[in-house]
């Protein structure tokens, strides 16, 4: 089998990708990785007042990296076979939570089980659906049909379903996005996804019924914004003004005024890409946004060079979670999009999604690099 | 093992996965289609609209803050300090950021105890109409240590402010109530008026007297500081300043030591004095009796003091000495006498025959004299125009007055100041009323009969003046009939009050020869120092103040009728009610050769006038002439007195 890789590169580098290549590593995404995590780390420096804050940070980096390079190491068939299980413990937690979740700031996510840290059941399931969707279909005829189209479509909804309630829409709708993801990439006709797309649209007013107040509030601020700029639209009036207020080349890093002065809300976890404008200016959200472009441009083409139908679903599908991550967010806080909690990958402040989407882009590098089997 | 991996492969597997390449790729045209969507939006966010986002940043976090000027002091012309500043701490809540106004209430009365009137007076306070985000304060003289205690308890008490201020504080109290006024706190009403830059922060402005007039000098130019303030409005930096600068200090012509005088003299009854230097129009004293503490308007009064105040039926609220309307009586004589020289209707040597009654042709209304009683004409017998003036012959210028053409009276009168605001910088000053035809027509609907000129002859009528109009028109005959402004201010900063406002007025009373005025002072002269003449051949006012004089007095009492008493009733004064009673009034200036003060006393229905404020006109000339103190020899108040810092002018005592 050829090597998919087969672009120019410096002499040095060609050995290092070789190397890597050899523990399971990929050079590109690797380098791509650390960058935006080492961007997000600079960008938190500045607007973290409490010391400890960075190092900390750091730490949940390392640990996701080493998650990362650990799960590289896995071999698919690995991943093939746990795929059903960790989906269905996942699944079991998942209605634990319901039973006898911690809740924190209003919404019940987390399990605190004896002799375990506490954790947040629906994080692993932004892996495991993937891969349980992508087992389901690799066993069966691909593209999916009839009965086993509804089961798979079935694997999305289920757990996103019991996330949602918690309530923690914008998780459910990434869980659900992830095993949908499988179902496009493995092939079904456009028209399908198109009419649900559609049956989507036309099913929002229902949704609309199921949604909290807080929710509500947030989609109604997103439509009408200048309603209350002192209320529910201040967030995101204060975070076009952060970035606006950037200009080209931006105010300086911890110059900016929105964020040191604390007029931008969260400036260190979801909202942070509003710092990154103020303080670096479209010069530095531009070389951001082209960091995450590399990361996915490489990632789907590892994912395609991928020799088994399950590898390539998985990998492609995790990818374009990741993708999801970014383009939701950004578009949340500069204002195109109602504001969910989605933080900005391995930028934002904290360590479960950096820790999940890492780990993703372990199996996506185990994917690629173990090609005997 | 769960599961044997090795599954059928039902197509190509090449096959399979060109087809998920080509979806692959088109998915990540779609993602590159999205980042396009995002980086776009940056661009018109960052580019296209920078200039407004920009200029909203930075409205966000740059504050301007005003800084409060010092409001200037006023100084007598001794150099005592009748107006200062204090700084004192004081509690005020911004009632925007307090969730639960009654219970932080409760909070700083346990902490550092409200008044019944402190809480009452929040209340109502809080009620009225401010500046949004104002202060409105709660207590005040707050001290040090209960500042700590309130800033210990902070965490619970959002929106309560302790903040320094510097109020105006009068440290004579009531003396100077009435002639230098005082401030208040700016309401909603005086914002309309005012320079909102100017005002932004200051919270008092002059609302009386000479603090009301010179607002605009002693309010002085507030400073402003840029500053950078977080999302909580808390300051974390400077950008620049501009520091405040203070209003001009005031001297005032004033006298405090003849204030005391004159406050002594008139006692507890209802009256005022004003007393002018004649040849700078200076206002030495002014005096209107009851006043009221100043201080209390700066620490606020409750609604039920003020109530108090206004209802008070001796109205101490009125400044008698510049806003009360009286009938000067008999102290209008000599005007009257000067008219009819000016008019040709009298000389110096023509005589009346004053035998009690004056009737007008074909008419059955009698005149009397001020000596009339039932079965006793009265009178002052056969009198010239110095002999009506000593013994105030009611005769002598009913006489006159009938003579004269119509509004003659009147058009010579005012220019002695009657129905016209003279002094230059009396706030609210009144005019008075000065009646001719065209007033009466508008007024009463009537036209002037020649009855009206002789009853204006004698003071009465509808003449009415106030005391400082009384006390300009001696000083106008002191001058000779010279007229010079009446003023408080004697200079401002080091720069006289002539440079800075020079008079505009007209200078002279016409129609007269100088020895038409040497002639009038001597008989206002006799008024006072003669006597042993034998009945009705004494000055009128001599037995009261003229038995023991040692300077030359010039002077014209006035008892003025308050009601008016039908035909042929007796006056009684013992029956009448104490508010029905006649004024007094007393007119004078000394040394009458060379006069350094003018004055007049006024007391309301306090008899008559050569009894009652004659020998007030003598004490205080005594005191500012001969030095005859009070018995509390420093006027410096006690309150300062120990604190010789603070009273640079108590070295001039």
Known sequence: MARDFHYTLPAGTALAQRRLYNVHLDLTLLVALIAIAAFGLLVLDTVSEQAGIVTGQMIRVGLALAAMVVLAQLEPRTYLRWAPIVYLVGLSLLVLVLVLGVTAKGSTRWLDLPGLPRFQPSEMMKLAVPLAVAWYIHERSVPPRGRHLLVAVGLCIVPAALIAPQPDLGTSLLVAGGGLAVIVLAGIRWWLVAAAGGAMVAAAPVLWLFLNDYQRNRILTFLNPEQDPLGHGWNIAQSKIAIGSGGLFGKGLGEGTQSQLDFLPESSTDFIIAVVGEELGLVGAMLLLALYLVVIARALFMATSSPTTFGRLVAGALTLVFFAYVFVNIAMVSGLLPVVGVPLPLVSYGGTSAITLLAGFGIVMSIHSHRGW | ?653
């Open chain 2, 1 to 653: 093992m769960p599961r044997n991996p090795k599954t059928p492969q039902p197509i190509d597997p090449e096959q399979l996965r060109q087809a998920f390449a080509k979806r692959a790729f088109v998915l990540f045209v779609v993602v590159a289609g999205l980042f396009s969507v995002l980086g776009a939006r940056l661009v018109w966010l960052m580019i296209v609209q920078y200039e407004e986002y920009r200029t909203q940043s930075e409205d966000n976090h740059r504050q301007t803050v005003p800084m409060v000027p010092v409001r200037g002091l006023i100084y007598d012309r001794n150099g005592h300090l009748l107006a200062d500043n204090q700084p004192i701490l004081s509690i005020a809540i911004v009632t925007e950021l307090v969730g639960d106004l009654d219970q932080t209430l409760l909070d700083l009365d346990a902490l550092v105890g409200l008044s019944a009137d402190e809480r009452s007076a929040f209340k109502d306070r809080v009620r009225r109409k401010r500046r949004p985000l104002e202060e409105v304060p709660l207590k005040t003289g707050v001290t040090p240590g209960q500042r700590a205690i309130v800033e210990i308890n902070r965490h619970r008490l959002h929106g309560v402010v302790i903040s320094p201020e510097s109020v105006r504080h009068y440290p004579f109290d009531e003396l100077l109530a009435h002639a230098v006024g005082s401030v208040r706190r700016i309401s909603e009403e005086d914002l309309i008026d005012l320079d909102a830059r100017r005002y932004r922060s200051t919270r008092f402005m002059g609302k009386r007297g000479v603090e009301a007039f010179y607002e605009q000098s002693l309010h002085g130019e507030p400073g402003f500081r840029q500053v950078e303030v977080d999302v909580y409005g808390v300051e974390r930096g400077e950008f620049s300043r501009q520091r405040p600068s203070p209003g001009h200090d005031l001297v005032l012509h004033l006298d405090v030591d003849l204030q005391i005088a004159a406050t002594r003299a008139l006692g507890s009854r209802r009256g005022a004095v004003v007393a002018i230097e004649p040849k700078t129009g200076g206002i030495l004293a002014l005096v209107s009796n009851p006043s009221y503490d100043p201080n209390l308007f700066v620490s606020g009064l409750t609604p039920p003091q003020y109530q108090a105040l206004l209802d008070s039926r001796d109205r101490p609220l009125l400044n008698r000495a510049t806003d009360g309307r009286y009938a000067p009586g008999s102290t209008f004589k000599p005007i009257v006498g000067l008219a009819g020289l000016a008019l040709d209707l009298t000389d110096w040597e023509r005589t009346y025959a004053d035998y009690g009654e004056f009737r007008l042709p074909n008419q059955r209304r009698v005149y009397r004299s001020w000596n009339w009683q039932p079965g006793q004409p009265g009178g002052q017998g056969i009198v010239n125009l110095r002999q009506a003036v000593f013994r105030s012959s009611n005769g002598y210028f009913y006489n006159l007055g009938s003579q004269m053409e119509v509004d003659a009276l009147p058009e010579f009168a005012a220019q002695f100041g009657y129905g016209r605001v003279l002094s230059l910088d009396v706030a609210d000053a009144d005019a008075g009323v000065l009646p001719d035809s065209d007033w009466k027509r508008g007024e009463r609907g009537e036209p002037w009969y020649p009855g009206d000129t002789v009853n204006m002859a004698i003071g009465q009528g509808d003449l009415l003046a106030t005391p400082l109009q009384v006390a300009t028109v001696a000083s106008i005959i002191a001058n000779r009939g010279l007229l010079v402004p009446p003023r408080m201010l004697k200079s401002s900063d080091g720069v006289l009050a002539e440079t800075l406002a020079p008079n505009t007025q007209p200078g002279r009373v016409e129609g007269l020869a100088e020895t038409d005025w040497e002639q009038m002072v001597d008989a206002m002269e006799d008024v006072i120092h003669l006597g042993n003449q034998g009945y009705l051949r004494n000055g009128i006012a001599w037995a009261h103040i003229g038995r023991d004089i040692g300077y030359r007095l010039a002077g014209k009492s006035g008892t003025a009728q308050v009601v008016e008493i039908p035909q042929g009733e007796e006056y009684d004064e013992e029956l009448l009610d104490e508010y029905s009673r006649k004024h007094a009034w007393f007119m004078a200036f000394a040394p009458a050769d060379d006069p350094v003060i003018a004055l007049s006393a006024f007391v309301e229905n306090g008899g008559g006038g050569s009894s009652v404020a004659g020998p007030i006109v003598r004490e205080v000339v005594d005191a500012y002439l001969l030095g005859k103190r009070p018995e509390t020899e420093d006027p410096t108040p006690p309150a300062l007195a120990s604190d010789a810092p603070l009273t640079p002018a108590a070295a001039g005592t």
